[in-house]
Antibody
Framework: QVQLQESGPGLVKPSQTLSLTCTVS??????????WTWIRQPAGKGLEWIGR???????NYNPSLKSRVIISVDTSKNQVSLRLSSVTAADTAVYYC??????????????WGQGTLVTVSS | QSVLTQPPSVSAAPGQKVTISCSGS????????VTWSQQLPGTAPKLLIY???KRPSGLPDRFSGSKSGTSATLGITGLQTGDEADYYC???????????FGTGTKVTVL
């Protein structure tokens, strides 16, 4: 089974860049069996999809965040990264690393990390 | 703002059945598969249903999913206190080229 562990600063200042890393175990990112997704959840609110990356390099991003987001992978470290620039208080949330699986024409979030809280504050 | 609409809450007594609706449009539910995820209090979400109506191995058949047109439904039978959680539908939106989630529904066992 795939296991995901998010890590990174819990506090980021406004206007700076939020950077998170997801360490993947149980599967090699290079295998292409899964794609890699980031999803966030502000306290007491619903889920917001940030974007995804396939091992081919193809990415899709939430249109509302597209200009500020980069998702990348480091196959040598079996890690997935998220960078979100020019953050504001509205970016305060629990950030989840999620492995996605494609079954035929359906691609969906399959395994979730435990999440990491990022607070944007000066 | 979510493009998929769910009721904020549903409730029923132990042993009873609840259904949760998820309403979308032709650009999302109408032409793509639906998933359902369960988020127990203080934990990360977990996949419950994929491909509209399929359950991951090990998930009890008390949970079921269906889809008709631009709406989907999650059913939970034999309700247990351990089912108290938030439930989210999700699907790909072809117009947005993005994955979208429902507004979420809180299930309460009376």
């Amino acid at each position: 089974q795939v296991q995901l562990q998010e890590s990174g600063p819990g506090l980021v200042k406004p206007s700076q860049t939020l950077s998170l890393t997801c360490t993947v175990s149980g599967v090699s990112i290079s295998s292409g069996m899964y794609y890699w997704t980031w999803i966030r959840q502000p306290a007491g609110k619903g889920l917001e999809w940030i974007g995804r990356m396939f091992i081919s390099g193809k990415t899709n991003y939430n249109p509302s965040l597209k200009s500020r987001v980069i998702i990348s992978v480091d196959t040598s470290k079996n890690q997935v990264s998220l960078r979100l620039s020019s953050v504001t208080a509205a970016d305060t949330a629990v950030y989840y690393c999620v492995s996605g699986y494609c079954s035929g024409s359906d691609c969906y979030p399959r395994y979730w990390g435990q999440g990491t809280l990022v607070t944007v504050s000066s | 703002q979510s493009v998929l609409t769910q009721p904020p809450s549903v409730s029923a007594a132990p042993g009873q059945k609840v259904t949760i609706s998820c309403s979308g449009s032709s650009s999302n539910i109408g032409n793509n598969y639906v998933t359902w995820s369960q988020q127990l209090p203080g934990t990360a979400p977990k996949l419950l249903i994929y491909d509209n109506n399929k359950r991951p191995s090990g998930l009890p058949d008390r949970f079921s999913g269906s889809k008709s047109g631009t709406s989907a439904t999650l059913g939970i039978t034999g309700l247990q206190t351990g089912d108290e959680a938030d439930y989210y539908c999700g699907t790909w939106d072809s117009s947005l080229s993005a994955y979208v989630f429902g507004t979420g529904t809180k299930v309460t066992v009376l």
